[in-house]
């Protein structure tokens, strides 16, 4: 059964780092890995999606890995500002083509 | 155009009642998915619409959780004799085809169960 984890549960940074969250899953049969971000009373907003093929996805000052063979991807946050504070999931696509997602990490941008 | 729309966006409910939580995916999107988020934690799947047909619905809890989707674009997620454990944030997606698309997600219905 996949299962997916993302560590840190929490992260709070002064506003300007660089930063990096990961996420790791357990069966490496997946179709795509996604990104997402949620604010309070939100819903969630995707990010960034790499398809299984792909190694990388880059957008403005996003980018995410994905090496499927050790089940790990990294979201990498450059010049963090304030507004990037939210919830970021991370989320597999699985051979039946459900979601399968982990517990998010909290990210604080402290201004 | 219009994102995924779900109403209501709050739903306070006795024990034992009976819910419906409604859907209306982006125009033109075959598929669609529903998800259930509890406090501090990611969703879990309920269930995925290709169409009209329910194409597995294998993250439903129990009996008590039933979803339709009569003609391939609204769906209504309905929860009978209602638990406190089923208060949840209820998160609809929608995508163009099911497979590896993107999926697009509603802002969600928060469901309170007294």
């Known amino acids: 059964k996949q299962e997916v984890t993302q560590i840190p549960a929490a992260l709070s940074v002064p506003e300007g780092e660089n930063l990096v969250l990961n996420c790791s899953f357990t069966d490496s049969a997946i179709y795509n890995l996604q990104w997402f971000r949620q604010d309070p009373g939100k819903g969630l907003t995707s990010l960034l999606l790499i398809q299984s093929s792909q190694r990388e996805q880059t957008s403005g000052r996003l980018n995410a890995s994905l090496d499927k063979s050790s089940g790990r991807s990294t979201l990498y946050i450059a010049a963090s500002q304030p507004g990037d504070s939210a919830t970021y999931l991370c989320a597999v696509e699985d051979s039946n083509y459900q979601l399968i997602w982990g517990a998010g990490t909290k990210l604080i941008i402290k201004p | 155009g219009a994102g995924v729309s779900q109403t209501p966006s709050n739903k306070v409910t006795e024990k034992g009642k009976y819910v419906e939580l409604r859907c209306d995916p982006i125009s033109g999107h075959t598929a669609l998915y529903w998800y259930r988020q509890s406090l501090g934690q990611g969703p879990e799947f309920l269930i995925y619409?290709?169409?009209?047909?329910?194409?597995?619905d294998s993250g439903l809890p129990n009996d008590r959780f039933f979803a339709v989707r009569p003609e391939g674009s609204v769906s209504t997620l309905k929860i009978q004799r209602t638990e406190r454990g089923d208060s949840a944030v209820y998160l609809c997606?929608?995508?163009?085809?099911?497979?590896?698309?993107?999926?697009?997600f509603g802002p969600g219905t928060r469901l309170t169960v007294l």
């Open positions: 619409f290709q169409g009209t047909g329910a194409a597995d």
């Open positions: 997606a929608s995508s163009l085809n099911s497979g590896s698309d993107e999926q697009f």
